[in-house]
């Protein structure tokens, strides 16, 4: 479902009134790819060649630029990047980059315990000189998995109601504003009172960097083909 | 939008409770294909080739199965399906399986012009007994055709409300059934008053062939790489 979500944020940022003004997308959704937050904890298989595979598949489809909407399969985006022809877009670096800049902004990261202990969130907010705020693993961790999981499972409302209880308390700790970092959560947040928290929605962001990527080459205009 | 809406209808309907759960997709969302239901009506660009250049596409990739969430491309089946090493799933028999059997079932068929003239929605209709009625070409078709343009301009509402008016005029002309023969017209129906019909949806009647066919061949359980 976050796949489809990610499809229509793309949909909704491209200015169009016909088909033929939407961008040509193509979509690998490989659900069989190996939890990619177990195997960052040194618990699951490694979905490296999973993610190669795809990467694959979609630089010999043509494709011109590629947007992983995944956050935990960002622990590997050198080695993906490395290997693909098409350009890489960063979710992280897209994230970072929506954070409203002021000195009284803490960034909570929600997000996998996988995709947090890679760090990647933390260290580009690190660079942009932001403070941020991780869940306690023992106390509010625990809603994000929740979370994540319930909405891999369809139950919508479920997930809504722990990232409610994740939110406060990050608002507790003096968040002022939450990094989305998995992309299921953005979808648990629509049944959530995100207890008055700035929201980013790291699908949202990788969906604009797409979208601005291809209208600015001009995608988004008939001619592809021929 | 329609290629989201089918994505989100083959993701619930796929009984899942984590990623690995659910069935590997491949989607080719090509929207500068020119237009199918002019070129039917002898008045644009045969887009043939371009959708010929996505079967070919998807069948390098290894796809098991493809369905084609457009009505009107349903006009090149048989070319598509022999260029296709994959199967194709058709659209107007999954929904036409769809209707409810009965001596005063009376089938409005809600399609674009060139469908509507391309005639395999009455034809499989007809194969199956059953009686239809199409709207009005200087009346009711207007409305579906606003309904239609406005869906891909992304206007839901104004979409929902020229649907409205061509249905209360069905169900005036007798009809007890609608097939919504276009992939827009589902999308429009959430923000419509449909006058009582039932309602096919020809977007989740494939959805459900497809997600059938998958899960009949094991297609939603792990292993797909290995």
């Given at each position: 479902?976050?796949?489809v979500?990610?499809?229509?944020?793309?949909?909704?940022?491209?200015?169009?009134?016909?088909?033929?003004?939407?961008?040509?997308?193509l979509?690998?959704?490989l659900?069989?790819?190996?939890?990619?937050?177990?195997a960052?904890?040194?618990?699951?298989?490694d979905?490296?060649?999973?993610l190669?595979?795809?990467?694959?598949l979609?630089?010999?489809?043509?494709?011109?630029?590629?947007?992983?909407?995944?956050?935990s399969s960002?622990?590997?985006?050198?080695?993906?990047?490395?290997r693909?022809?098409?350009?890489?877009?960063?979710?992280?670096?897209?994230?970072?980059?929506?954070?409203?800049?002021?000195?009284?902004?803490?960034?909570?990261?929600?997000?996998?315990?996988g995709?947090?202990l890679?760090?990647?969130y933390?260290?580009?907010?690190?660079?942009?000189?932001l403070?941020?705020f991780l869940?306690?693993?023992?106390?509010?961790?625990n809603?994000v998995?929740?979370?994540?999981?319930?909405?891999?499972?369809?139950?919508?409302?479920v997930a809504?109601?722990?990232?409610?209880?994740?939110?406060?308390a990050?608002a507790?700790?003096?968040a002022?504003?939450?990094?989305?970092?998995?992309?299921?959560?953005p979808?648990?947040?629509?049944?959530?009172?995100?207890?008055?928290?700035?929201?980013?929605?790291?699908?949202?962001?990788?969906?604009r960097?797409?979208?601005?990527?291809?209208?600015?080459?001009g995608?988004?205009?008939?001619?592809?083909d021929?």
């Amino acid at each position: 479902m976050a796949t489809v979500d990610f499809m229509e944020k793309l949909v909704r940022l491209t200015p169009a009134t016909r088909d033929q003004d939407h961008i040509p997308l193509l979509v690998a959704s490989l659900p069989h790819t190996h939890d990619r937050s177990s195997a960052i904890l040194g618990r699951g298989r490694d979905p490296l060649p999973q993610l190669l595979q795809g990467i694959d598949l979609l630089n010999h489809a043509g494709v011109g630029v590629i947007a992983i909407p995944c956050n935990s399969s960002h622990h590997w985006f050198a080695q993906l990047r490395e290997r693909s022809q098409a350009p890489l877009l960063h979710i992280a670096e897209a994230s970072v980059a929506a954070v409203p800049r002021s000195h009284a902004t803490r960034v909570a990261i929600f997000a996998t315990r996988g995709a947090l202990l890679s760090g990647f969130y933390q260290r580009s907010l690190q660079e942009q000189g932001l403070d941020y705020f991780l869940p306690d693993p023992d106390g509010a961790q625990n809603e994000v998995d929740v979370c994540i999981r319930e909405v891999k499972a369809g139950r919508f409302n479920v997930a809504g109601s722990s990232l409610e209880r994740a939110c406060v308390a990050a608002a507790a700790a003096g968040a002022t504003a939450l990094i989305m970092g998995c992309t299921e959560i953005p979808i648990a947040s629509r049944h959530a009172d995100t207890a008055g928290l700035t929201l980013i929605d790291s699908s949202l962001e990788l969906a604009r960097a797409s979208v601005g990527y291809a209208l600015e080459r001009g995608w988004n205009r008939p001619g592809w083909d021929s």
